[in-house]
């Protein structure tokens, strides 16, 4: 190598050959040899080709020889700085880039545009926002306010401090942008929860006709997920699919995280499938989809196969887990994610918040309880769960109790936290209480209630049978009552036979146009108790015109760790013949018992004998005679069901649990009912 040198050398000191010879280096010995050459020759102590030493040493990470040579260099210029400054940053060394920033301000050397970019980035990354105002403003009095780099440099570091609003002013005031430009502020509107900026910069992009790459789309895809914008989210997968924009792990896994949270779990599943590489998060985004739209044994099936691929289960697929296992309730899948927790990632608010859930939601209150007492440090969000689990249980007395506990630790109770107690007091028919802590909820906490606590109080009332004061609390609202705060007082006319107003009510309820099948089916329900089957029909119509179909009713129960679903008159379950005998048996002794089936709550024109078969073939109790029949006596089945379970299966499982001496619990869409000795925990108020 060294033969030709003497060519480059006759030229003078000024000759490009320390660069030509460097860039044929392939590791640091043939660096160190040319290294040895220039100060042989004379070229070191120039200063000419130094800058070009140090960044070849850094460009195979020897930071540490990059660094002895600018010790080393007798004349060190800009270039030279610069070059180091640059190893420094492309070794992760932020601090040193800065240390030597100032180092070279002091020592009277004049930065330029690369110093004040590579500077700025640093403090970006140590997100110290005091010392890269500090440089921006040097970089101003340097004449280096209108170029381009140190502009993009000072977006990124006000976009890593969360300063968006800063970022902005900038970024208006750049009279040139490129494309880093245009990416920083799109992916930091996006990444702080502001979607809608994120894709206002990105419509303002393509006007200027500035073609996206992978970057700039997963910052758009983001936002897309985010504001739920699911229409520009196809737009810009179908943009990427033809430009030929290369897809990596992250922008696949952004295309998974958007259609999951969109519901379109096909094609999320799709995108996933087609993945040459999947990480962690690519896992997770899937399996939170699945859990966050309902399809909880599907998110529980990713979490066991994820591990089957040798991957560890990280944060948030765990959380979303927990999640799954609490809309099942299946506690033994429960309580292994709770056990690999604790063995293999740090038990914090996060994970101790959704372990409270979970465990309460499988019915284990008790157990949810001894976990908030371990929480060392608790947050809002932590006391707001554990009330939250006291009401959905039906224990009222102690939600209130927690929250006066909270009071005394000085948090502030929240918007959240007054929904969750009233709703306590509403399922356990606390109407004092919940009327008290609602005028004090506005006095005292300057909380003003939004619809959740109207819906929460107008509930309280009419589970109370108070449905005309119920009323006159809606139309004496602030706020525009919206569907949540009909539909409860809708329902506690159903329950109370209060069907004049329920009438007038379920008129007003269709006039919202909801979206939810079960709220058609309340007001028909209504309908059909007044004998107005006219109106059923007129209702089942809409419904059928607008493509809504009635959701089935179906119950799960966990035997020996597996779940076992259960439609109405189900006969596809290889044990029906079993239960169906197990069912007929447990009606005889019912009715020796004083069990009179409650016909009333099938709402069809049919005889009293089909209407019996009917309620003997609800969901929740062929789930139950399976459990009796596959687990030893004694043992506390616990019941799942979509909907809210029928007045004479309640009955019917108050009289089961004597006959069979077990506690039975049934958790409906509203609530636990802890069933034992034949009583019922919520004491027939529900």
Known sequence: ????????????????????????????????????????????????????????????????????????????????????????????????????????????????????????????????????????????????????????????????????????????????????????????????????????????????????????????????????????????????IRRDIPMDVVVETSLVDMYAKNGLLNLASCVFEKMSYRNVVSWSALISGFAQNGFARDALKLVVEMQSFGLKPDLVSLVSGLLACSQVGSLKFGKSIHGYILRRLEFDRVSGTAVIDMYSKCGSLSSARVLFNQVSSRDLISWNAMITSYGIHGCGEEALSLFMQMKETKLRPDHATFASLLSAFSHSGLVEEGRYWFDLMVREFDVQPSEKHYACIVDLLARAGRVEEAHELIESMIIEPGIAVWVALLAGCRNHGKLELGEKVAKKVLELKPDDAGIYALVSNVFAAANKWDKVAAVRKVMKQIGMKKVPGYSTVEVNGKLHAFLMEDRSHPQYEEIAAMLEKLDGEMRALGYVPKTEFVLHELDEEVKERMLCNHSERLAIAFGLLNTRPGTRLLITKNLRVCGDCHEATKFISKIVNREIIVRDVKRFHHFKDGVCSCHDYW
């Open 1 to 240: 190598m060294f033969l030709n040198a003497g060519n480059f050398i006759s030229r003078g000191v000024s000759s490009p050959w320390p660069k030509a010879l460097l860039a044929t280096c392939q590791d640091v010995k043939s660096i160190t040899q040319i290294h040895a050459l220039l100060i042989l020759t004379g070229v070191f102590s120039n200063g000419y080709s130094n800058g070009q030493l140090i960044a070849s040493y850094a460009r195979f990470g020897d930071v540490a020889s990059a660094r002895r040579v600018f010790d080393e260099s007798p004349q060190r210029g800009v270039s030279t700085w610069n070059a180091l400054i640059i190893a420094y940053s492309r070794s992760y060394s932020a601090a040193e880039v800065l240390n030597l920033y100032q180092q070279m301000i002091v020592e009277g050397i004049r930065p330029d545009s690369s110093t004040f970019t590579v500077s700025l980035k640093a403090c970006a990354n140590l997100q110290d926002l005091k010392k890269g105002e500090e440089i921006l403003s040097q970089a101003t009095d340097f004449g280096y306010k209108d170029d381009v780099f140190v502009g993009s440099s000072a977006l990124n570091l006000y976009a890593k401090c969360g300063k968006m609003d800063e970022a902005l002013r900038i970024f208006n005031g750049m009279p040139k942008k490129d494309l880093v430009s245009w990416t920083t502020m799109i992916t930091g509107f996006s990444q702080i929860g502001r979607p809608v900026e994120a894709i206002d910069i990105y419509r303002k992009m393509r006007m200027e006709e500035i073609e996206g790459d992978s970057i700039v789309m997963v910052g758009l895809i983001q936002a897309c997920a985010n504001i739920g914008d699911l229409n520009l989210g196809l737009s810009a997968h179908g943009y990427m």
